[in-house]
């Protein structure tokens, strides 16, 4: 079941349970949504942007935590929905989707997994995807695909491209630092780390692997 508390007739809070709430527990929910009228009906009219039902977002896992806290359970999803003047509002269609209005199955998913995808032309896909493989990582890949036997699936492949993101480019700061023919005495990750090296401060770990503080 799904509750409904609105703010200011503009914001609007779902509320997803396993069970039904007492009247204690309602308001408790509206209090924490800083004094929301609970709306009678099981649903409301009208145009609404909020998160696509398919992803739980970090808001929600946080609000369903502060209501574990607060003693009350069986709350399983907290989402914010915003009511709009337009038809088709503005709306980052990544994250978010817009509703014709918002009932008992806005959290109700559909959608069936896309069947698994053979790729036995990496470098193609590699194109068309946008992953950013390099040619030495398309080698390495359908040499592997060689040795295993089968063509690599699309989500392994994808998956490997992931080693290219920003955040773990550790095979390329690593390698050797090579300008014009001449290989330097410091990686670009030791560039990096210098700094902390000579003033270490109170820094306790500093780009260690993915994180520092």
Request: proline share 3%; charged share 25%; with cysteine.
């Amino acid at each position: 079941m799904i509750f409904f508390f609105t703010k200011e007739k503009r914001a609007v809070f779902a509320v997803k349970v396993q069970k039904a709430l007492h009247s204690n527990d309602l308001e408790k929910l509206s209090w924490l949504f800083g004094k929301a009228d609970l709306v009678p009906g099981k649903s409301l009219s009208g145009i609404y942007t909020g998160p696509r039902k398919e992803m739980v977002t970090p808001w929600s896992t946080n609000a369903v935590e502060i209501t574990q806290n607060m003693g009350l359970e069986g709350i399983e999803r907290i989402e914010q929905f915003h009511l709009s003047d337009m038809d088709d509002p503005h709306h980052d269609h990544m994250l978010q989707a817009v509703y014709n209005g918002l009932d008992q199955q806005i959290f109700t998913v559909l959608r069936t997994p896309e069947p698994v995808m053979p790729i036995t032309d990496i470098g193609s896909y590699n194109k068309k995807e946008g992953l950013a493989l390099s040619r030495d990582e398309i080698r390495y890949l359908e040499k592997l695909s060689e040795r295993l036997g089968r063509a690599l699936t699309d989500s392994e492949i994808f998956g490997f491209s992931q080693v290219n993101s920003e955040h773990c480019r550790h095979k390329i700061f690593n390698g050797s630092f090579i300008i014009d023919g001449v290989e330097k005495e410091m990686s670009l990750f030791q560039l990096i780390k210098i700094t902390t090296h000579r003033h270490s401060n109170r820094v306790i770990s500093a780009y260690k692997d993915i994180c520092a503080f």
